[in-house]
């Protein structure tokens, strides 16, 4: 099973992207994803950005990972 972090983007700069998940801030792979901006959500595997997500997505999956 794979496991995908909810991650809210502070800075976006060639490719990559600087995300805040939780507090924990890493940079991680923005090419897979157009159009990316600060204050956009992400989902995050493997050091890479592959979803954009919405805010209720997140607060869903932090539910999720609480519960787990």
């Known amino acids: 099973m794979c496991v995908g972090l909810p991650a809210r983007v502070v800075t976006v700069k060639d490719g990559m992207a600087l995300v805040d998940a939780s507090g924990a801030r890493r940079e991680v792979s923005a090419e897979l994803l157009d ?13 890479m950005a592959i979803a954009k997500i919405t805010d209720s997505d997140t607060d869903e999956t932090d539910s999720i990972l609480e519960d787990l």
Do not use: I
């Not at 159009?35 to 050091?47: Q, S």
């Open 35 to 47: 159009e990316l901006d600060p204050g956009d959500y992400v989902m995050v595997h493997a050091g």
